[in-house]
């Protein structure tokens, strides 16, 4: 079975309306109509619950939306995955490229492993590991 990493900015698009969300529900819609299944490292939920809480917090989302974005979020057939190494992968991964947080650098490694796509709305993220790791996909281009 084909497979894709998406990462917790790709699906929080497909469930709180901002920019790109559009371009995420295609990507999710057109996985799951192609029998592709959706992975991610185990860090995906708290990640995803996080960013809805910082929304709450910023005002950005009141509380029913964010419940209502969570219950959403579930929906999505996001299997969860990692590989005995991953960790130590993520952190030469991050210590590469110098990240301050090495949370993306799970995904990327997962997605490196697994032989697959990473889909990110992470701008910075992809201009930071394209180059080094072509499976990385932006979802504005």
Same mark, same amino acid.
């Given at each position: 079975?084909?497979?894709?990493?998406?990462?917790?900015?790709?699906?929080i698009?497909?469930v709180?309306?901002?920019?790109?969300?559009?371009?995420?529900?295609?990507?999710?819609?057109e996985?799951?109509?192609?029998?592709?299944?959706l992975?991610?490292?185990?860090?995906?939920?708290?990640e995803?619950?996080s960013?809805?809480?910082r929304?709450?917090?910023?005002?950005?989302?009141?509380?029913?939306?964010?419940?209502?974005?969570?219950?959403?979020?579930?929906?999505?057939?996001?299997?969860?995955?990692? @590989?005995?190494?991953?960790?130590?992968?993520?952190?030469?991964?991050?210590?590469? @490229?110098?990240?301050?947080?090495?949370?993306?650098? @799970?995904?990327?490694?997962?997605?490196?492993?697994?032989?697959?796509?990473?889909?990110?709305?992470?701008?910075?993220?992809?201009?930071?590991?394209?180059?080094?790791?072509?499976?990385?996909k932006?979802?504005?281009?």
């Open positions: 079975m084909r497979e894709i990493v998406v990462d917790a900015s790709t699906a698009k497909t709180v309306p901002e920019d790109m969300s559009n371009k995420a529900d295609a990507l999710i819609s996985a799951k109509a192609s029998g592709i299944e992975i991610a490292p185990h860090l995906y939920e708290p995803t619950i960013v809805l809480s929304k709450v917090w910023e005002r950005k989302l009141t509380k029913t939306q964010a419940d209502m974005a969570l219950k959403a979020l579930k929906d999505i057939p996001v299997k969860l995955s990692s @590989f005995s190494d991953q960790a130590d992968r993520a952190w030469m991964i991050a210590r590469q @490229f110098n990240m301050r947080y090495a949370y993306d650098a @799970f995904y990327v490694a997962l997605a490196e492993y697994r032989n697959c796509e990473l889909w990110t709305a992470d701008k910075k993220l992809y201009d930071t590991v394209h180059n080094t790791f072509p499976f990385v932006w979802l504005g281009n």
